[in-house]
């Protein structure tokens, strides 16, 4: 049977009442998938299984916690003269490899059943979220777009920057393209220009002012190429992966006189049964956590790890170090979207076309993305599920009433898919600073987050700068041949304003007020970074402050969000940094290893 599209294309007139509770169907993945997926012909990895298959007891060299994007690069790279375990609460994205090809990315997404590869999470702010559980992590359930960090990025960080050069290349041989750029995009990126947006740099992984042309992990046969495909590099003879290992809590040593150690990890397969898995008797050995940015923080705190007296209050036992900057320094990007309906019919695109501005603020599109509303009932089936399951810990604030209005209208009986194109402004940094907060002591419940997204003013003022710019750009004569005749920025604006965007209140005032829009129209671009911030819970080695045996490298470490996407920065941390961070244990290793010889 044909399948049917509905499509955002139809004359203004007709349908912009109609169509207000469901441009969000697809605003949500349109952003997402804009931004950073694996396809592997291989992927029948010998070392990779189940953790029910584990053993009750082991010993490794290095134990990671997490195969995501930084985790698999940082696996393959020390795999090459160390014993390694890596630990993944999801499964493999071999299992189905066509679900994460680009034609599938809404379903994927949007799929969050509690074995699935999307784990929603909704922040404190009202604004829905998620996590990946899929080994390769965020690679597999993004949509691909890949830049570099700027260089003043690299510089801040005090990274080697030959080294860092190195590890981007590393990645870039294994994943990374150049987008064919059609009609849509072409017209966006010369609309950027029109706008002011200059100059041109062409296609490029650079972070720099202007316009570009960014890289995609997506090849021309829409398959994605993400970090579980990293693991190619890896030697199988020195690691395992054990997959839908949830790990409860890292145990340490710990007496009167000496610091703590971490030794052990305790984690739990799928038949409930826990396995012991330690470091091998070596001062070298290290566990690793690379969980991510909400994974790393919530288990430093379930390990004893964290606040002392908040750890207390939530009966974690023992508390093995108060280090109060532990979940402290959240952020997440910023994003708000404008849905440009287009007389005429277009490929689909993600993001390719990026205006970097002197502002901070980052302007991207993609066009023509379907969405079905099957999945997107059952997603917000979802979200009213997990505001129930954490009503008692989450804000008040929350509102629920436009989700229940949205499944109304989905009963209506509407076709089977909708389609729409999309612009966005996303800031930079951010300035605005939240915190995560235990809600119970299941390491399996999401904890609580907290953004506080806008709550600095140059944050605000870099997102009315980013929708003025939008609006030139929608209004530019490059752009002209897929908007309406007729049709105004700020009518496009004023629609988004009656849409289920997020769960926080509309004011009045977000109809002329730009900053009010932003503050009610606000969204993740999925880049939440911070809670084991670099001076604060680590070192510039990613060794945790206070303790040994113990390090944290993946996006919980940074300071803030690296360029337009930090995914490549993510994969460089563990197979660009993170393959630089892998070459500096390894030499540290080496040169512990001569000084014993020589002893």
């Not at 009966?315 to 005429?344: A, C, F, W, Y």
């Amino acid at each position: 049977m044909k399948q049917e599209v509905f499509s955002f294309r139809t004359k203004p007139t007709q349908s912009y009442i109609t169509m207000g509770f469901h441009i969000f169907l697809i605003i949500l993945v349109s952003v997402y998938i804009f931004h950073g997926s694996c396809y592997c012909d291989k992927g029948n990895y010998t070392f990779m299984k189940d953790a029910t298959l584990a053993p009750s007891y082991a010993s490794f060299d290095y134990i990671l916690i997490g195969g995501g994007t930084s985790g698999c690069a940082l696996a393959a790279t020390l795999s090459q003269n160390a014993r390694v375990l890596v630990l993944e609460r999801g499964g493999s994205p071999y299992d189905n490899p066509t679900a994460s090809d680009l034609r599938n990315f809404a379903n994927t997404l949007f799929n969050i059943t509690p074995n699935s590869w999307s784990h929603l999470f909704i922040s404190e702010d009202g604004v829905y979220n998620t996590r990946a559980r899929v080994l390769g992590g965020g690679s597999v359930i993004n949509a691909g777009f890949y830049t570099r960090a700027g260089d003043d990025y690299v510089e801040e960080a005090e990274w080697e920057r030959e080294e860092v050069e190195a590890a981007y290349e590393w990645v870039e041989k294994k994943l990374v393209f150049e987008p064919r750029v059609m009609g849509w995009q072409r017209a966006f990126k010369d609309g950027l220009l029109e706008a002011g947006v200059n100059p041109y740099n062409g296609f490029t992984y650079d972070h720099v002012y202007g316009t570009k042309i960014g890289g995609t992990i997506f090849d021309g046969a829409g398959h994605r190429h993400t970090a579980a495909n990293l693991l190619e590099y890896a030697n199988p003879d020195n690691i395992v992966v054990y997959l839908h290992a949830s790990v409860q809590k890292i145990l340490f040593t710990k007496t009167d006189r000496q610091r703590p150690k971490a030794y052990q990890v305790i984690f739990e397969d799928t038949e409930r049964v826990l396995h012991k898995v330690e470091l091998a008797n070596n001062p070298m050995n290290e566990v690793i956590l690379s969980a991510g940015a909400i994974g790393s923080p919530h288990l430093l705190m379930l390990s004893g790890v964290g606040p002392m007296a908040h750890l207390a209050a939530h009966g974690v036992k023992p508390v093995v170090l108060d280090h109060p900057m532990v979940g402290q320094g959240m952020g997440d990007n910023p994003m708000n979207p404008i849905n440009i309906p287009s007389p005429t019919p277009v490929e689909m695109s993600l993001v390719q076309a990026v205006g970097i501005t002197k502002f901070d603020s980052y302007i991207e599109g993609g066009n023509n993305v379907t969405l079905s509303f099957d999945f997107t009932r059952r997603f917000f089936d979802g979200v009213l599920h997990v505001l129930n399951k954490t009503s008692r810990t989450t804000s008040t604030k929350i509102l629920t009433q436009p989700i229940l209005d949205l499944l109304k209208s989905l009963d209506r009986g509407f076709k089977d898919m909708i389609a729409m194109d999309v612009m966005f402004q996303k800031v930079s940094g951010p300035a605005s600073r939240g915190y995560m907060e235990l809600r119970n002591r299941n390491p399996e419940d999401n904890p609580s987050v907290t953004f506080n997204y806008y709550q600095e003013p140059e944050d605000l003022n870099k997102c009315v700068e980013g929708l003025k710019t939008i609006i030139k750009v929608i209004d530019s004569k490059a752009f002209s041949k897929y908007k309406y005749p007729g049709v105004t920025a700020r009518g496009l604006f004023n629609l988004i304003l009656g849409i289920p965007t997020n769960l926080r209140p509309r004011h009045v005032t977000s109809v002329f007020n730009l900053k009010q829009f932003c503050i009610d129209t606000v969204m993740t671009v999925w880049h939440y970074h911070g809670g084991c911030q670099v001076g604060k819970v680590v070192d510039k080695n990613y060794k945790v402050l206070g303790i040994d045996a113990l390090r944290v490298i993946d996006g919980s470490t940074f300071l803030k969000s690296p360029g337009t996407n930090p995914q490549a920065t993510v994969m460089m941390l563990g197979s660009a940094l993170f393959r630089y961070m892998g070459k500096k244990i390894l030499k540290e290793r080496a040169a512990f290893f001569k000084y014993q010889e020589e002893a």
